[in-house]
């Protein structure tokens, strides 16, 4: 399985940015997947996902309302389309993968088995 992110960048605060991750290797569809970020110095932390089949997404209560994650099963794509961007978002984006991922561990990094590269966000204010 490999998870390809991209579209990280320099911007501005207040900019937005869309963020990518095609899936090649398995199945995309009903898996549970998410994007995660890293700051320097901070451990990883959860952003946003979906669970299985839920067409309900989650979010971390730090992005609620400016962060939007979609998928494109058709495309083995994950997006996470990026508001107001704030210098506190800079990090670098990680796509992840859970085929036996259970609700309870949706934000756990650990229980993520596939992790793509990750694409560094900048912001500056």
């Known amino acids: 399985v490999q998870l390809q992110a991209s579209g990280g960048g320099l911007v501005q605060a207040g900019d937005s940015l869309r963020l990518s991750c095609t899936a090649s290797?398995?199945?995309?569809?009903?898996?549970?997947v998410g994007w995660f970020r890293q700051a320097p110095g901070k451990e990883r932390e959860f952003v946003a996902g979906?669970?299985?089949?839920?067409?309900?997404?989650f979010y971390a209560d730090s992005v609620k309302g400016r962060f939007t994650i979609s998928r494109d099963n058709a495309k083995s794509t994950l997006y996470l389309q990026i508001n107001s961007l704030k210098p506190e978002d800079a990090a670098v984006y990680y796509c992840?993968?859970?085929?036996?991922?259970?609700?309870?561990?949706?934000?756990?990094?650990?229980?993520?088995?596939?992790w793509g590269r990750g694409t560094q966000v900048t912001v500056s204010s």
């Open positions: 290797g398995r199945p995309f569809s009903g898996i549970t």
């Open positions: 979906f669970f299985r089949w839920n067409r309900n997404p």
């Open positions: 992840a993968m859970s085929p036996h991922g259970i609700l309870s561990n949706l934000k756990i990094p650990s229980s993520y088995d596939y």
